[in-house]
């Protein structure tokens, strides 16, 4: 059982099973250019920001398309997935619910866009009572790999970083909120399964399920 004083939590990848869409989208974008997925290319952009991560891939692959219109395709294509339900991963919401039931007060850090996908897998899911606020990175001036999305969103809450864990699934992400000072848990991901064995060694606890935080 764990039992922080005060908690934020990453989206995608983390309470929700959805990295599969932006590995599909990322697979399609691509393929529609004449070009093919890599791991390298995946690890590269998944703590970029939006923007980032757009002029990264426009100038890795010569595309002739602006940072917005990257930017633009990308959310055209995740809005069709976000409109069907994404689960949660198993045990993610009665751990929610047993921190609720506890007093800890909570709120998501996310990179998700358009706000209307987060909309609607918060409220699908009846997340909106746990979190009392929501931080999107384009917020703050840097990515996940730093801790400025997790300290506006700690001081949104009130609370002190080292009072204060984070949940991630990405190791760049628990890096980051760690350099802030902040308690981590990594939570498993099979997109992120190769930096599983470093995920361990960095956060203060790793889980391979939420059942196992219960």
């Given at each position: 059982?764990?039992?922080?004083?005060?908690?934020?939590?990453?989206?995608?990848?983390?309470?929700?099973?959805?990295?599969?869409?932006?590995?599909?989208i990322?697979?399609?974008?691509?393929?529609?250019?004449?070009?093919?997925?890599?791991?390298d290319?995946?690890?590269?952009?998944?703590?970029?920001?939006?923007?980032?991560?757009?002029?990264?891939?426009?100038?890795?692959?010569?595309?002739?398309?602006?940072?917005?219109?990257?930017?633009?395709?990308?959310?055209?294509?995740?809005?069709?997935?976000?409109?069907?339900?994404?689960?949660?991963?198993?045990?993610?919401?009665?751990?929610?619910?047993?921190?609720?039931?506890?007093?800890?007060?909570?709120?998501?850090?996310?990179?998700m866009?358009?706000?209307?996908?987060?909309?609607?897998?918060?409220?699908?899911?009846?997340?909106?009572?746990?979190?009392?606020?929501?931080?999107?990175?384009?917020?703050?001036?840097?990515?996940?790999?730093?801790?400025?999305?997790y300290?506006?969103?700690?001081?949104?809450?009130?609370?002190?970083?080292?009072?204060?864990?984070?949940?991630?699934?990405?190791?760049?992400?628990v890096?980051?909120?760690?350099?802030?000072?902040?308690?981590?848990?990594?939570?498993?991901?099979?997109?992120?399964?190769?930096?599983?064995?470093?995920?361990?060694?960095?956060?203060?606890?790793?889980?391979?399920?939420?059942?196992?935080?219960l």
């Amino acid at each position: 059982m764990f039992l922080p004083k005060a908690a934020i939590f990453d989206l995608d990848g983390t309470l929700l099973d959805s990295m599969w869409v932006w590995k599909k989208i990322d697979s399609e974008f691509l393929a529609a250019r004449g070009h093919i997925v890599t791991p390298d290319y995946t690890d590269a952009i998944k703590c970029m920001g939006w923007d980032e991560g757009a002029r990264y891939t426009i100038d890795r692959y010569g595309l002739s398309e602006t940072p917005q219109q990257v930017i633009d395709t990308w959310f055209d294509m995740s809005e069709e997935y976000y409109r069907e339900k994404i689960p949660m991963k198993p045990y993610a919401k009665e751990y929610l619910a047993f921190l609720h039931e506890h007093g800890v007060p909570m709120a998501v850090a996310t990179s998700m866009e358009p706000k209307k996908n987060i909309d609607v897998v918060i409220d699908s899911h009846g997340l909106r009572g746990y979190f009392q606020n929501i931080t999107l990175n384009n917020e703050v001036s840097r990515g996940k790999g730093f801790p400025d999305i997790y300290l506006l969103a700690a001081s949104r809450l009130g609370v002190d970083p080292s009072d204060c864990a984070v949940f991630e699934d990405i190791l760049a992400a628990v890096k980051g909120a760690k350099s802030g000072g902040f308690q981590t848990v990594g939570i498993f991901d099979e997109l992120s399964a190769g930096d599983w064995p470093d995920m361990q060694k960095e956060a203060t606890i790793a889980a391979s399920s939420w059942k196992d935080l219960l």
